[in-house]
């Protein structure tokens, strides 16, 4: 299917109403409601998170992560939803509710959890930004969340499309072109549909143009600040003090509020990622060459440990650059999954990392890692990595 045919069908798709957009999240709804009439406890919020087990499981681990962790681990609904508050769990019954399906498979899946990836990333950035913006910090998630929402529903688009019309594998910056041409119109279908109110509904259709004419304009241009971040993140194993100042929409007086936003920020978004992410998509259509091997001194001898959700697994060090490892090992592992990683040095470094390539490697996986956000002794730890392989 040529790149114009598959223009002209999502064309027609929209024109004939046929884009498929999720139902909002139902708990999420009811937890709006409950919110709204003033007279709720702990208890009938807790009951609500209850009545839906992924969300339940996802509140659970948000509320014993960095963002929220205090004091001894929060074991049940109760406690999760009483550390959390209110308005915070609110905002992430609509994220768990939203989850399922940007994280279902498809020949696009990589890019749907990139999308959703870097959604919850600018959810708690803006939400951060909010206060010092004068903001609602519940809509300032929301809108982070929602605003590049098209782009999933863009994605499950063609897979329909190409369901039907058969093609071949493209670049991911090729998909991603189609993607970018067709994601804030599909927002606007998704906004209409949900009825989002004029605050939300401007966030999606205004955020890469002028403000100026939206219900709230420093709602978008919180937006486009966390976008900025997010960006500097996504080719970066770390955004230190001196390198914020690269965000030319994040104001200096806000630097220390993104930072400990960014503490916070990987075992937050790893909190939305299941065991049962880790499993084999089928057939992709997303194209990538493994990245070209250069002369090297052999590699450290560290094993690492990827895990997510108490699941394990082992890998070999086959090169380590100033931004990315490249592993080897048994398990096939999904692109654009965050997961705990643990180089067994000596000391460890621990932390988070993305997928950002896997292609087979002889009987194995080799994989293209990259270190999500690191700060404090694990940035140190991967500087000391860095120079133990010697120079690149």
Sequence with gaps: MSAPDLDQAIVDLVARGGVKVPPYPAVAFRID????????GVEDLSRL???DQVLAADVIR?????????????ASVKQAVGRVGAKDVAALA????????ATAPGKLASLRRRAWFDALASALLCQALAPR?????????????????????AIACIEDILAQQKTGPRSEAAWGEVIDRYHVELGIVMAARWGLPPVLAD???????????????????????????????????????????????????????IG????????????????DAWRGGGESLVAHDPPARREAPPPPPHEVRLSLGGKDHGFR????????????????????????MKVCCDPPLEGFASVKLSWPEGDGTAILLQPYALAGEALSRWKALVAEAGPR
């Design 33 to 40: 409601a409950l919110l709204r009439t003033g007279d709720y």
């Design 49 to 51: 998170v209850s009545s």
């Design 62 to 74: 948000c509320a014993n992560s960095a963002v929220y962790a205090r004091g001894s681990p929060a």
């Design 94 to 101: 609509l994220a768990s509710g939203l989850g399922s399906h």
């Design 133 to 153: 913006r004068k903001l609602s910090p519940d809509v300032a998630f929301a809108a982070g969340l929602l605003h590049d929402f098209g782009r999933v529903v």
């Design 203 to 257: 966030v999606i259709s205004m955020h890469h143009g002028d403000p100026a004419a939206a219900a709230d304009p420093a709602l978008v241009d919180a937006v486009a600040a966390a976008d900025e971040v997010v960006t500097l993140l996504g080719d970066r194993v770390a955004l230190p003090p001196e390198d914020l100042g690269l965000a030319s929409l994040v104001a200096s007086a806000e630097h220390d509020a």
């Design 260 to 275: 400990n936003a960014l503490h916070g920020l990987p075992a937050f978004i790893a909190s939305f990622e299941t065991p």
């Design 317 to 340: 060090i086959l090169g380590v650059a100033s931004t990315h490892l490249m592993l080897v090992g048994g398990t096939a592992v999904p692109e654009n999954m965050l997961l705990q």
